[in-house]
């Protein structure tokens, strides 16, 4: 059974541009989330979607966005970015009930704002 | 106060040894924890699960919840130099789809 896949692995992006970053959950997954983990702060949650719907976002300005497609695949976009974005961005998936299963993560996509 | 708290460590404890590690939270209104392991230059990995007051067992891991007292431990049996990992302990308040983690604790296990 193939994991979460995220791509791509590592991205170098310069100050000011925008990234979009892919998720394929764990087939069957219906709710992705995504993370940004950074030394400092550790994990903090982004947002999560469920069939196409967001239901919940995280304390992350307007700059971070993300949806979610009719296969359940999600994108996160950050535009305009700054040297503090850098970090890596971890999507996970999950199946069952609410709060009755633990998120699988995917491998996370590394980015660095130069 | 944080809401999820955990000794950042490291906790260094030797091979064969019981490492215990501990995690407190603030949300009374938790349902759901959960002990993720990562690897330096990994993702986390769910380890284990529990829901209801008490301890449950999954191999030589043991997860102790105590909803009253808001802590959970893991408890890893016979430590091996493997399990030398940052562990991220894991709240789920019920109706927000979203774990609160804690910062981890950065467990080396000597040879």
């Known amino acids: 059974k193939a994991g979460v896949t995220q791509t791509p692995r590592y991205l170098i992006k310069t100050r000011g541009q925008q990234v979009t970053l892919s998720c394929s959950p764990i087939?069957?997954?219906?709710?992705v989330s995504w993370y940004q983990q950074t030394p400092g702060q550790g994990l903090q949650f982004l947002f999560e979607?469920?069939?196409?719907?967001?239901?919940n976002k995280g304390n992350f300005p307007g700059r971070f966005s993300g949806r979610q497609f009719s296969n359940s695949r999600s994108e996160m976009n950050v535009s305009t970015l700054e040297l503090g974005d850098s970090a890596l961005y971890l999507c996970?998936?999950?199946?069952?009930?609410?709060?009755?299963?633990?998120?699988?993560f995917g491998s996370g996509t590394r980015l660095t704002v130069v | 106060q944080k809401e999820v708290e955990q000794n950042s460590g490291p906790l260094s404890v030797p091979e064969g040894a019981i490492a215990s590690l501990n995690c407190t939270y603030s949300?009374?209104?938790?349902?759901?924890f959960f002990w993720y392991r990562q690897y330096s230059g990994k993702s986390p990995e769910l380890i284990m699960s529990?829901?209801?007051?008490g301890d449950k067992e999954d191999g030589r891991f043991t997860a102790q919840l105590n909803k009253a007292s808001q802590y959970v431990s893991l408890l890893i049996r016979d430590s091996q130099p493997s399990d030398s990992a940052t562990y991220l302990c894991?709240?789920?308040?019920?109706?927000?789809?979203?774990?609160?983690f804690g910062t981890g604790t950065r467990l080396k296990v000597l040879a």
């Open positions: 996970a998936s999950r199946g069952g009930g609410q709060g009755n299963y633990g998120y699988t």
């Open positions: 087939s069957g997954h219906r709710s």
């Open positions: 979607y469920f069939s196409e719907t967001q239901r």
């Open positions: 949300d009374r209104v938790s349902q759901s």
């Open positions: 529990i829901y209801s007051n």
């Open positions: 894991a709240v789920f308040p019920s109706g927000t789809y979203k774990y609160i």
